[in-house]
């Protein structure tokens, strides 16, 4: 699973989210611009077109985020579940371990393994900073609670 926390408000451009993935994948696969652009999108020029600042056209966003098994939706907001199975039923995953790291691209990667396997999230340094805060304001919490 791979998840981007986007404020699309305060954050980055999706060209500058898509330029991101597209360098860590070259980095992972060991991969160069040219074949991978045509491997994920279908034409050579993608990558060269997100470096530039191009914005790519809605078909080019579907297709990337098809090779890289991500959700693109367009709608209204989508309804929260109230569905208790996930936390109640099973409770809190686990983590059984951790690796953090930065991107050539300016963002900070996370990955969380958990009994159901790896959880990946890519993140804007301020959400990164964000999370970091709340999660250390949480576990101070706890160690005052006793």
């Known amino acids: 699973m791979l998840c981007m926390a986007v404020d699309w408000r305060t954050?980055?451009?999706?060209?500058?989210?898509?330029?991101?993935?597209?360098?860590?994948?070259?980095?992972?696969?060991?991969?160069?611009?040219?074949?991978l652009s045509e491997r994920l999108a279908g034409?050579?020029?993608?990558?060269q077109n997100l470096r530039s600042g191009r914005s790519p056209s809605p078909e080019t966003v579907k297709a990337v985020a098809e090779a890289l098994r991500l959700e693109l939706y367009v709608g209204p907001p989508r309804p929260v579940s109230d569905d208790p199975s996930t936390h109640a039923e099973r409770g809190p995953l686990q983590v059984r371990g951790?690796?953090?790291?930065?991107?050539?691209?300016g963002f900070v990667w996370a990955e969380v393994q958990t009994p159901d396997g790896p959880v990946r999230l890519l993140l804007a340094t301020e959400t990164s900073k964000a999370l970091g805060a709340s999660l250390t304001h949480r576990a101070m919490q706890i160690e005052e609670d006793g």
């Open 43 to 47: 034409h050579a020029k993608v990558f």
């Open 11 to 35: 954050e980055k451009p999706v060209t500058a989210y898509l330029l991101d993935l597209f360098e860590k994948q070259m980095v992972e696969l060991g991969e160069k611009p040219t074949p």
């Open 98 to 105: 951790f690796d953090t790291g930065t991107t050539p691209g």
